[in-house]
């Protein structure tokens, strides 16, 4: 080393030929060298990120791809309210509290103004991104505009999806079938939009998107009709039938209120949660020792707690509305502590839907769970009501003309407002004028076993609830369209 440092020395000291020394060439040749080397580490160090950052890409979308997830319709559903409005009402709404509040029809014209998709023109490609071996889920548009609930019933013999009978979740009031009914007319007919066609129900798909979620229907026995439905419809996408069963080991009959249903392949979870009104039942005392039912309108209903675990819930009221004490309104409803000696019904359904609203917005998190509202299912008496004589039996078409078919509920109407006003989004099923078409479709005297001559009382028919295949069928199929087109529009964008 000395030797070298000593030659080094002598070398700085001597010049060359053009007088000037040789230490500066070989200083700048050893900067040149670093700067050399400087260089190549920078390109290193970039195409290293580089490689990084396409094996994030990989992987981020691999995992969208394999795992179905809420993520996928939360941009959506954090901009806008699910609704849809009446003809009636759209005009006399304020344009400012309908920008943050959009209709199933507006969605699809909006949707244009980003995506154009050309007149019959699919959603997505059909082959290539939704197909699998249950079906095309594709989802098609007419015109450029779809509402879902504005259509009409057409003939499919393709229908039901499943067979009468053949469901062991279907309560007995609702096993039309099983219970004598000879025809069989009213289950071939499928829901069709004017403006699209709807993706045919597919049972595989639909569990796939439920993976590790729960989904909870919470309401009146209506609720438990749509419920029993979608447990038969989610049960033909099974190849081994015993990998779905209720937890408990509880068969479904009408006098109990809470049912956990788990699909083992699929760690998911489909519930029902009884409660007629979303707010809280109580009782008094009155002066003569007696206990009498109250409702407070502004307090929120005991099962609430259960409905904050559920990944997507749907809810419903309205039939329990309409009944005795409820419509009468005498020392029944209450705010606070104080017993409103009588009260008006309808209001009491504004006030008690605003309190569900509130609680809503302030338990949900949209960016983690979907909120559905099921509207108003008609009913279809005859010469009374429910307790008044009123019948349906022997209706073997639905309505196809005439006034009942453009009926709308006045609580139809409140429901619309309550969730105009609400922050949080919510998805309105609006099925009241679906459900107007089909009074053949109600249980009527076979709510009943009239098997083998047994004598049944006339008096008291069920024209308010479906028979199972039937009609509530057609609302989860609008479910499963709804998930179904929320995901390809997330794609898109």
């Known amino acids: 080393m000395l030797t070298l440092y000593s030659l080094l020395l002598l070398e700085a000291n001597t010049l060359d030929e053009n007088g000037i020394t040789s230490l500066p060439v070989l200083t700048e040749h050893a900067l040149s060298n670093n700067q050399q080397m400087a260089s190549n580490n920078r390109y290193t160090l970039t195409i290293f990120m580089l490689l990084i950052l396409f094996l994030l890409s990989i992987l981020l979308i691999s995992k969208r791809s394999l795992e179905p997830s809420l993520s996928l319709y939360r941009s959506f559903f954090s901009q806008a309210h699910v609704a849809l409005n009446s003809p009636a009402d759209s005009a006399e709404t304020p344009t400012e509290s309908r920008q943050s509040n959009i209709s199933v029809s507006e969605v699809f014209v909006e949707e244009d103004k980003e995506t154009p998709v050309a007149q019959n023109e699919s959603f997505v490609d059909n082959h290539n991104n939704n197909k699998n071996n249950n079906g095309d889920v594709s989802f098609e548009r007419v015109n450029g505009a779809c509402d879902l609930y504005m259509g009409s019933w057409v003939k499919d013999e393709g229908y039901p999806v499943y067979r009468p009978g053949s469901c062991p979740y279907v309560d007995g009031a609702f096993d039309c079938q099983m219970n004598g009914r000879r025809d069989s007319s009213y289950l071939r007919w499928r829901w069709k939009p004017d403006g699209c066609d709807l993706p045919r129900f597919n049972a595989t798909d639909f569990l796939e998107r439920l993976r590790g979620k729960r989904l909870m229907l919470v309401g009146d026995s209506m609720n438990r009709n749509q419920f029993e439905s979608l447990l038969c419809l989610l049960r033909e996408g099974l190849t081994n039938k015993s990998r779905m069963y209720e937890i408990y080991g509880h068969k479904i009959t009408k006098g ?238």
């Open 256 to 493: 109990r209120g809470y049912y956990v249903f788990t699909f083992l392949d699929y760690n998911c979870t489909v519930e029902f949660v009884r409660s007629h009104f979303l707010v809280k039942e109580g009782v008094r005392i009155n002066g003569q020792g007696d206990s009498n039912p109250t409702l407070s309108v502004d307090q929120i209903d005991k099962t609430a707690n259960k409905w904050k675990r559920a990944d997507i819930l749907v809810f419903n009221t309205g039939h329990w509305w309409v009944h005795g004490k409820t419509a009468r309104g005498k020392n029944y409803f209450k705010e606070g502590d104080y017993l409103y000696p009588k009260f008006d019904a309808v209001e009491a359904y504004r006030r008690a839907l605003k309190t569900w609203g509130k609680w809503i917005d302030d338990n949900i998190k949209p960016s983690k769970q979907l909120v559905f509202y099921r509207g108003y299912s008609s009913a279809h008496f005859r010469g009374g009501d429910w307790d008044s004589g009123g019948s349906c039996n022997g209706e073997t078409e639905p309505i196809f003309s005439g006034p009942f078919l453009d009926s709308y509920p006045l609580k139809m109407k409140i429901v619309e407002e309550v969730i105009q006003e609400m922050r949080n989004p919510v998805i309105l099923l609006n099925v009241t004028r679906l459900t107007n078409y089909r009074k053949d479709g109600h249980p009527s005297i076979y709510g009943q076993n009239v098997t083998d001559g047994k004598k049944i009382s006339r008096r008291r028919q069920d024209c308010s609830h479906w028979c199972l295949p039937g009609v509530p069928d057609a609302w989860n199929e609008l479910i499963y369209a709804t998930l179904v087109f929320k995901q390809t529009v997330s794609i898109q964008r």
